[in-house]
């Protein structure tokens, strides 16, 4: 496979569950991104990795929690969530912080009931 | 002032018609610019990035205003398959990972 992948792309959780998001990157970059996307609003930075170190948590709430075992994955740990965190989660990756372009995956579009 | 604004549109435009969107950014010391199409529930996909002397691909011509902070994007001869939101993303300066983004521009061709 080629550039950021995703997994899943749809999940319906109920908001005591818990569950995972993963994202695997094949193009050798440093940095690896989480985002928020809501329904008629920017993109909004969650969690920024380099290198496998967090680098940013952007106050996200503690029900979202990051990992990132090498500089390739990266997961987000779903707990306790609320409707409220419907959104589409989008991961990215780029070489470096020089301003170089991003890649996104397709997205896991997220529904909390 | 938002930092990075787009006229959200849509701009509705027929097929073969030259359509252009501007998108502002209020942090001077911006250093990377991009613009991305977006399709309805899928995710970002990179169009082109922004060189201080303009680019230009096809029929996409992108170009930076660095005095009224300001990038455009240019789109000629549009097509049907160009209907999408046009996001404008704004990297405030080498070394960070602060990447601004609007809330798009949409675009419909019509036939």
């Known amino acids: 496979e080629t550039g950021v992948t995703q997994t899943p792309r749809h999940l319906v959780m109920g908001m005591t569950n818990k569950k995972s998001l993963k994202c695997e990157q094949h193009?050798?970059?440093?940095?690896m991104y989480w985002y928020k996307q809501s329904a008629k609003k920017p993109l909004e930075l969650m969690f920024v990795?380099?290198?496998?170190?967090?680098?940013e948590n952007n106050s996200v709430p503690s029900r979202f929690s990051p990992e990132c075992p090498n500089s390739s994955h990266l997961f987000l740990h779903l707990h306790t969530l609320q409707p409220e965190d419907s959104a589409l989660y989008l991961c990215?990756?780029?070489?470096?912080?020089?301003?170089?372009?991003?890649?996104f995956g397709p997205g896991t579009r997220l529904t909390v009931l | 002032r938002k930092e990075v604004e787009q006229d959200p549109g849509p701009f509705n435009v027929p097929e073969g018609a030259t359509v252009a969107f501007n998108c502002t950014y209020s942090?001077?010391?911006?250093?990377?610019f991009f613009w991305y199409r977006q399709d309805c529930r899928k995710e970002p996909k990179l169009l082109m990035s922004?060189?201080?002397s303009g680019n230009e691909d096809g029929r996409f011509t992108a170009q930076l205003n660095r005095a009224s902070q300001y990038i455009s994007l240019l789109i000629r001869d549009s097509k049907l398959s160009d209907s999408a939101t046009y996001l404008c993303?704004?990297?405030?300066?080498?070394?960070?990972?602060?990447?601004?983004f609007g809330t798009g521009t949409r675009l419909k061709v019509l036939a």
């Open positions: 990215a990756s780029s070489q470096d912080f020089r301003g170089n372009e991003q890649f």
């Open positions: 193009l050798g970059h440093n940095a």
């Open positions: 990795y380099s290198l496998e170190e967090r680098v």
């Open positions: 942090n001077s010391a911006s250093q990377s």
């Open positions: 922004v060189y201080s």
């Open positions: 993303v704004v990297n405030i300066g080498s070394g960070t990972y602060k990447y601004i």
